[in-house]
């Protein structure tokens, strides 16, 4: 049996194999030239902060910016729901990575509590865990402005449209188990986090979804928290979008209201035609949401005959109870076989056999979630937001986006991104 | 001493149902207790009303000179051109009342409250040494990106007491009025 290090060596030479997969296989040469490119998207100000990066190894779907840093998970590419750690989704709000020493690390809980706290890394691992398999989601994932003509995305796989949500297994410590400990006082009603990171990411969270559900994870896949993924440990806020499971933990208050922090009622927020042209400033849950992942935009179907469609679907309401397949662009549906178990709140693997008799054809999904709720169409979502008129099949400036994927296959059998077509 | 407590506390409550007490989960004893010297060292998130914000003053004038320094290289002259965000909307004196869009997200007139600029710049700014501003280097950077939006004064005093009286010209442009949860309407995805 291989020693702890070894292994995480075996593990990390799988895992770099499977992007070696990402980056040619499959799809053309030059959408892997395309996808390349986008770290060319760095200005000259960057300077500075690409010395700090140095040593970070090259690696495909990253795109690094003064104050971003991105990683969209290859959905094209794996197979059943577990997203390896170097292929989770990253949406970092800062320059750099913020260097953590776990034994000097300590997680405090203050505010409206009886014993204000710290926890060090082994008072956390010494309580009670639970491990769990979730998605987490970026709310701006698939958004409408992904699927522009002029964006830099379009014609590259599902990656670039849909890749900023991910599913793995998560480990840590409920954070009810913390809570008690402190002891809450009776006005407490919501809670406030704030990351070690060089921005100092801060969301609010309401005090009752902290109790449900919410753990402080340090462990992902089996292996400890990566650096990308909040080393030495995170928040995780099962099926909400993902801002609210803050990383590099570092401080929870526990308030009677929320804070409206930079990051999440500012920069998170966008005004509405439906809401008078107000901003909904709490969006909790991420929607009903499935897509098609192969094959999908930017590849090819060699030869008529049986194609196996198989794709991710996923609510932030709780279990999927049925995905739908369409190869008519909607004017008919089939029940796609799910792959079980189904969990909640996790990416679910779908798959549904196919005959391609070479003729052009949209490919579509629809999932409904353990609510009965319905991943809705494009149309269906813009009538929710109020978008109408010659608006209303333009990509618009949106978040917490979930409409169904269409894809569409010519005659050759190349795949095209189909919405807003 | 810590671990026979817990064990008498982890009794207790498995005790507890029958004898008829309230049911309360187990409490461990993990963890070090802060004192309130050590919380006020780290304690630094401000609130939408600000009453947690430190003594400390400054105005737009002040603001000018640092902003100049410290954080025109990346948000440009007067925060109207940097590479980053455009941190200004309308000028001095004339704010912009609206209609705000998506794409006035990263102005601070945006802001419903003033106090998020203030909390914003004292824990995140600037890169790359972030936390390294004085109270007073904060007010006055605050009070002249609220005057570069038309907002406040060249001259007028930023305090504890002032900014979070500050209006904003965005404050009413966010639903629910009062952030609730569970959220109204439903689904609560839309």
Redesign the interface.
């Known amino acids: 049996m291989d020693s702890n290090p070894s292994g995480r060596r075996q593990f990390l030479k799988q895992t770099a194999a499977l992007a070696g997969v990402a980056a040619g296989a499959g799809v053309s040469a030059d959408w892997a030239a395309r996808g390349q490119s986008v770290k060319a998207d760095v ?1 000259s ?1 960057d300077a ?2 690409n010395e ?1 990066l140095r040593g970070t190894p090259s690696r495909r779907g990253v795109r690094m910016s ?2 971003h840093i991105t990683y969209y998970t290859p959905l094209q590419d794996y197979n059943g729901i577990i997203t390896p750690a170097n292929l989770h989704f990253v949406q970092y709000h ?3 990575f913020p260097e953590i020493d776990a034994q000097q690390h300590r997680l ?3 505010g409206l509590v009886d ?6 890394m082994d ?1 956390l691992k ?2 009670p865990s639970v491990t769990r398999i979730h998605f987490l989601e970026c709310h701006a994932n698939s958004s409408p402005q992904i699927h522009h003509a002029g964006n830099q995305n379009m014609g590259l796989p599902v990656q670039y449209v849909h890749g900023m949500s991910s599913c793995s297994e998560w480990t840590g410590v409920p954070l ?3 809570l ?3 002891g809450l006082k009776k006005e407490a009603s919501w809670l ?1 986090s ?1 990351g070690a990171d ?3 990411f ?1 969301h ?1 969270l ?1 005090l ?2 902290a109790l449900d559900d919410v753990f402080v994870a340090y462990g992902q896949n089996g292996e400890p928290l990566r650096v990308e993924q909040g080393f030495p440990i995170r928040l995780f806020v099962p099926g909400w979008e993902a801002p609210f499971s803050v990383k590099y933990l ?2 929870i ?1 526990v ?1 009677d ?6 990051n999440e ?3 998170h ?3 509405r035609d439906d ?1 008078g ?12 949401k499935s897509v098609i992942t192969r094959p999908s935009g930017g590849m090819t179907i060699p030869r008529k005959g049986y194609v196996q469609i198989t794709g991710l679907a996923w609510s ?2 709780g279990v999927i109870s049925k995905v739908e397949v369409s190869t008519d662009g909607g004017k008919t549906w089939k029940d796609a076989k799910l792959a079980t178990p189904v969990q909640s709140k996790a990416h679910t693997r779908f798959t549904f056999d196919w005959a391609w008799n070479g003729e052009e054809a949209v490919l579509m999904s629809r999932c409904t979630d353990e609510r009965g ?1 319905v991943q809705p169409t494009q149309a269906e979502l813009y009538k ?2 109020g978008i109408t008129g010659p608006d209303a099949n333009k990509p618009a ?2 978040i ?1 986006t ?1 409409m169904i994927q269409p894809w569409s296959v010519a005659r050759d059998g190349s795949i095209k991104n189909a919405m807003f077509a | 001493m810590r671990c026979s407590l817990s064990l008498l506390a982890c009794m207790a409550v498995l005790a507890a149902p029958a004898a008829g007490m309230a049911q309360q ?1 187990p ?8 004192s309130a010297e ?2 006020k060292g ?2 630094f ?4 009303e600000g009453q947690q914000l430190p003594v400390g003053r400054g105005n737009a004038k002040d603001g000018a000179v640092i902003f100049a320094k410290r954080c025109e ?2 948000h440009g002259k007067n925060g109207e051109s940097g ?3 455009r941190l200004v909307l309308g000028k001095p004196g004339q704010p912009f009342r ?6 006035h ?2 102005s601070v007139a ?4 003033a106090t ?2 203030w ?2 710049i004292n ?2 700014m600037p ?2 040494k ?1 936390g390294t501003l004085t109270h007073d280097e904060v007010y006055s950077l605050t009070a002249f990106l609220l005057y570069r939006n038309g907002i406040v004064g060249e001259t007028d005093i930023m305090d504890e007491k002032s900014l979070p009286k500050v209006e904003m010209p965005n404050r ?4 629910p009025a009062v ?1 609730v ?3 109204e309407p439903k ?4």
């Not at chain 1, 014993?115 to 060090?120: A, D």
């Not at chain 1, 209201?257 to 930079?262: L, R």
């Not at chain 1, 042209?277 to 991420?286: D, F, I, L, N, S």
Request: charged residues 20%; aromatic residues 14%.
């Open positions: 200005t100000k500075h902060h700090l003064v104050d800062a320059s750099h405090t809980i203050h014993r204000p706290l710290s926890f060090s008072d010494g309580l009810s188990v913390l008690n400990e402190c406030v704030e060089p921005g100092k801060s609010t309401p009752a979804k570092r401080h208050k308030t209201q929320p804070y409206h922090a930079w009622s500012m920069n927020s966008i005004p809401l042209g107000k901003a909904r400033w709490y969006h909790y849950e991420m929607g009903p932030g309401g709720e929710h937001w400036r949106a917490h979930n | 989960p409490r461990f004893n993990v963890g070090t207790p802060l050590e919380i780290f304690d998130m401000i609130g939408p290289v990346c590479v980053l965000r609206g209609p705000f869009k998506a794409e997200r990263d945006y802001y419903p409250y998020i600029a909390d914003y824990r995140a890169v790359p972030p009413n442009g966010f639903v952030p949860y569970p959220p689904p609560s995805w839309w």
